[in-house]
């Protein structure tokens, strides 16, 4: 018999199917077995940079799950196969759920989001679904209503990029709201509106010093007109009384369990500060972590970065709050037209955005955290941010060659010239993309851009067929998170609505094999994790996602259908955190 369980774990470890013979006996008992489903494992080999898919792939009339069942013991996979093999891994204590069709691919990963301001924004005036001042004032409204007087009022999600041309003023928000402060935060966090009473409150004055890379508007009066773009909206944050630790502990936990409920099984969370590191570190040791956590230090937060410096990266991969990566800031957004630009923005003569110093990069820090062995990804949305980032990249790999170990990265990636293209490649960096961007972007970016200037924006097939991986998250709040709304941007380039009718820049879709695997494998490659999870086989992280609808066959039939979707269950470390039975 020893030599019996000696094959069995064999079998195990070479990730092969194994249904044991009659004189074998039983198998080692699951915890949790899964049977009755769809289940994608991901471990045939990349689609080719054209898209092409590998020969071992399962798709030859179209798509097919290439397993049916798989069984989960101590936090891992120990069994993947046919639904009939499954059985001998049951024992008295095994739950087994039928999943009646569903699909299951291996646990979805969030590569660039904001779980603390996920959670806290759940808790906001909701300005996600406003097109015009006038209606996220009445929202602000009726939030006065039911707050304090005196009390802050926030709000979140007016859209910086479409509203640039008639951003609004603190005139109407003071003559309604005058006895409140009332901070409205932008969409993607480069703007911020306020009042009357958030300027005498903050005691900002037309005199106020305002950050590099920052713009505090005047009105006629010379006073502040109540509207912050790019660096300038520090201005605000700093004055909001700052959150308590339970207060953070209560935003980070409904953001990360919001996660979980849409399928994620981890996040890597782009530029924490030393309060919300402390949270992680707290709800780790007490095991409260829902999801898996990948964190990013804000270099901008320089105290925290030197004690990092000083300790060094965490060494592991399987804990639950993994330390080993740091976010730095290059250049503004292409909406509020601060991304650094080669030239000037099309809808503004003489203006080409911000960048390097002026923006508050640090790059003697940022170099230092390189050489000490961690990971940088550094935002970079324009054609001269991403072009002088990459150049960053280069030249500290050169003078210092094991840091281009390190998988580096440039968040968001968004326009970038053909001659740079390659250089990703070249430089081994990982393009860190938000599908939904370029959707959400589409009714004003090329008018920033020109027409020109988009043949390298968001950009996703080219860059796989220079060599980049791609890694894809939706930098949330500021975007809907959702996965069905990820995937089919990315296959169709068409908005909820399904338009444009052929896709906007159709040429950069990708297929739903390069879709899943840069929410899945390439993300775990991304931290350092391609040998615990990332595909579904035995000896792999039980990290899971169940939904309702097959996302490869839909691809190719229906893929309009994507948007209909819905999570069944979210599986971490083989403990089932969501499920909808």
């Known amino acids: 018999m020893k030599f019996v369980s000696l094959l069995i774990t064999l079998f195990v470890l070479l990730g092969c199917s194994f249904e044991p013979p009659p004189w074998a006996g039983t198998p080692v008992a699951a915890d949790l077995i899964l049977t009755n489903g769809r289940i994608y494992t991901l471990t045939w080999p990349d689609p080719l940079p054209s898209g092409g898919l590998a020969g071992s792939a399962p798709h030859e009339q179209g798509w097919e799950p290439d397993a049916q069942a798989l069984a989960i013991k101590d936090g891992e996979i120990i069994f993947v196969g046919s639904h009939p093999q ?84 603190k005139s109407l928000l003071s003559e309604a709201v ?73 935003n980070v936990l409904a953001g990360l369990e919001r996660m979980a409920v849409d399928g994620f099984v981890g996040v890597h969370d782009a530029g924490l500060n030393a309060a919300e590191m402390a949270v992680l570190e707290q709800l780790e040791a007490s095991g409260r972590l829902p999801i898996r956590v990948y964190a990013m230090l804000s270099v901008r937060e320089e105290e925290l970065a030197r004690q990092w410096l000083q300790r060094g990266p965490d060494q592991d991969a399987d804990s639950m709050l993994v330390t080993r990566s740091v976010k730095a800031y290059y250049d503004g957004a292409l909406g509020s037209r601060g991304a650094r630009l080669l030239e000037d923005y099309s809808d503004k003569p003489g203006h080409r955005g911000v960048s390097g110093d002026d923006y508050g990069f640090d790059e003697e820090l940022t170099a230092q955290m390189m050489q000490a062995g961690f990971q940088v990804g550094i935002h970079a949305i324009g054609d001269a941010g991403n072009r002088e980032t990459l150049g960053f990249f280069r030249r500290v790999m050169e003078e210092h060659p094991q840091t281009a170990k390190g998988r580096h990265r440039i968040e968001h990636a968004q326009v970038i010239q053909a001659a740079d293209l390659t250089k990703f490649g070249e430089h081994r960096v990982v393009a860190s993309m938000q599908p939904v961007h370029a959707i959400e972007d589409k009714a004003w970016a090329e008018d920033r851009l020109g027409r020109d200037r988009m043949e390298g924006a968001y950009a996703w097939r080219t ?94 039939t229906d893929p309009e259908a994507l948007l209909q979707g819905e999570i069944l269950m979210t599986v971490v470390n083989g403990k089932i955190v969501h499920t909808v039975h």
């Open 463 to 556: 860059l796989r067929q220079m060599g980049t991986m791609l890694i894809f998250g939706s930098d949330n709040p500021g975007s809907d998170h959702s996965i069905f709304y990820g995937l089919h941007s990315v296959v169709t380039r068409k908005d909820k609505a399904g338009q444009p009718h052929f896709g906007w820049y159709p040429q950069q879709r990708l297929n739903m094999d390069e879709a899943i695997r840069a929410y899945t494998r390439w993300p775990a490659f991304a931290s350092f994790r391609e040998k615990y999870t990332g595909v579904i086989k035995p000896g792999r992280w039980a990290d899971l996602t169940v939904m309702d609808i097959d996302p490869f066959v839909l691809s190719e």
């Open 178 to 250: 005058p006895d409140h402060p009332v901070f409205m935060r932008s969409l993607h966090s480069f703007a911020g509106w306020v009042n009357q009473a958030a300027l005498d409150r903050l005691g900002l004055s037309e005199h106020s010093k305002v950050s590099s890379g920052g713009e505090m508007r005047l009105g006629a009066d010379g006073k502040p007109s109540g509207l912050f773009l790019n660096n300038a909206v520090d201005l605000i944050e700093a004055g909001i009384p700052a959150l308590s630790s339970e207060q953070l502990v209560d």
């Open 86 to 169: 499954a059985a001998a891994w049951r024992g008295e204590h095994t739950r087994a759920i039928d999943l009646d069709g569903a699909t299951v691919i291996p646990g979805l990963v969030d590569s660039h989001t904001h779980v603390f301001q996920l959670g806290l924004a759940l808790n906001r005036v909701d300005l996600f679904s406003v097109d015009t001042e006038a209606q996220a004032v009445a929202r602000a409204v009726e939030r006065a209503k039911t707050v304090p007087v005196g009390e802050w009022i926030i709000g979140q999600g007016w859209d910086e990029g479409a509203w640039a041309n008639h951003y609004p003023d």
